[in-house]
């Protein structure tokens, strides 16, 4: 049975995401966070990271980019409703939901699911990126 941590600041999502993959057969664990994330990765073996973008202190792509330095055989996938998804409601501050799924590519996630997903889609790029 494949383990996957998820990593998501939203309980509910985090919660909602534990239960679609519970029932597809992964032992699953969650993390509030970040920083919570990291410290379960020193605690057990995942083969797959869910991670959301855009979360307070250290952020998706911090944590993509420790993953990959950390724990280079775990597969990332980012997931993300971040920023704003075109230029009519672009706000001078905010970074666009385009620049996020890109920088989550850039720092190393094998796949980048736009929030809301179809949990299949999801269940989908889980197993496209287990290992054999």
Known sequence: MAS??????DP?????????L???????????????????????????????????????LELIRTLRVQHSRVRV???SGGGTLGPLSLKPDAISTHAFIAAARDA??????TKPFDMDDLVAAIRRHLPN
């Open 22 to 60: 519970e029932r597809s057969g992964f032992h699953v664990v969650v993390a509030n966070g970040a920083e919570a994330g990291l410290a379960a990765l020193k605690e057990h073996e995942f083969e797959i990271v869910v991670t959301d973008l855009i979360m307070p202190k250290v952020n998706g």
């Open 4 to 9: 996957i941590l998820v990593v998501d600041d």
């Open 12 to 20: 509910d999502v985090a919660e909602a995401i534990q239960a679609i």
């Open 108 to 113: 190393g996630a094998e796949e980048v699911l």
């Open 77 to 79: 996938i980012a997931i």
